[in-house]
């Protein structure tokens, strides 16, 4: 009796409170280094109760998808390549928060938290992972080549999301529909050490076309601080990314507050649609994973580092402290919405390993958008497949 009288207490408790949340509060966030700005974004930002729900609720699926992805991997149920967000976040929700849907983006192959916030849903992302059917890309395109409408996917190519962003907001220009393109790139962008250190040079000749038209381009590098293993301090003279444009102007982002990248992206975006060009921004975040599922990440860097940056910088407990401290929500409130994202994830792992491999007769579908179909040849003279639009 005495336990149901608790619970009962708290229930009223819990609805008493929640009546008196905050609906709006105003935070102090970190000022961005700013190249070739006269000033920057605003510093003092307000945040309202739905928009923190929605943020928290965001980045706890896309914690939550990784480290079901992670489980999935070393149950060989994901097979190839698989490279995780957990710890960046604030990065993809932060960017979203100042763009439409009708914008567009482009990435590269640490991709599956922006197929979410693009609008793929956790099971087709799950699916795809899995090489099922129902998966977004119909289980052909795996962890680095995932689509939405306005989302043109992984990029497994280190560097070439940047030129071909650059020529998705080449058409808003054309087109004038007051559109544009962030275009994601890691620190690994500059520095891929696939078999060698080498400097990007697509990226610079990209950077050049993009001031000389003027295009709608927000370059975001995601510097999580390693390439695929080598730090960039041992990698770059100048780790200044943001000022890598050289004549494009450019900010340095706290990437692990959502507030700051969100403050970052709105004054990105108004400087692109006033038709003042490109601007660069780095975002300075941090990967809890290795860089792909075939590295520990303890090589590099210490198991000491990576606590340290959970327990100081971590970008959900960031959030969540920020409306708990100014009652925008209640620990029993957001344990609920924890509950809530536990069961989608594992509803969507339930789907992706019962869901159907898609057949071989499709393997070669979707070659062309709205073309008659056509023959193409199998794995050896005699096999024939046919693709269909």
Known sequence: CL?????????????????DFTTRATFEIKKCDLFLLDEGPATQVVLTRDEGLQYYRTMQVMRRMELKADQLYKQKMIRGFCHLYDGQEACAVGLEASINLSDHLITAYRVHGYTYTRGGTVKEIMAELTGRRGGIAKG???????????????????????????GVALACNYLGNNELCVCLYGDGAYLSNILVYIQQGQIFETYNMAALWKLPVIFVCENNRYAMGTSVERAAASTDYYKRGEFIPGLRVDGMDVLCVREATRFAADH???????????????????HSMSDPGLSYRTREEIREVRSKSDPIAMLKDHMLSHNMASVEELKGIDVEVRKEIEDAAQFATTDPEPPLEELCNHIFYNEPPFEVRGTNLWTKLKSLS
């Open 3 to 19: 336990n149901l009288f608790q619970q009962g207490a708290a229930l009223i408790m819990s609805a008493r409170t929640f009546t």
């Open 140 to 166: 052909k395109g795996g962890s680095m080549h995932m689509y939405c409408k306005t989302f043109y996917g992984g990029n497994g190519i280190i560097g070439a999301q940047v030129p071909l962003g650059a």
């Open 272 to 290: 692109c649609r006033s038709g003042k060009g490109p601007i660069l921004m780095e975002l300075q975040t941090y990967r809890y994973h290795g």
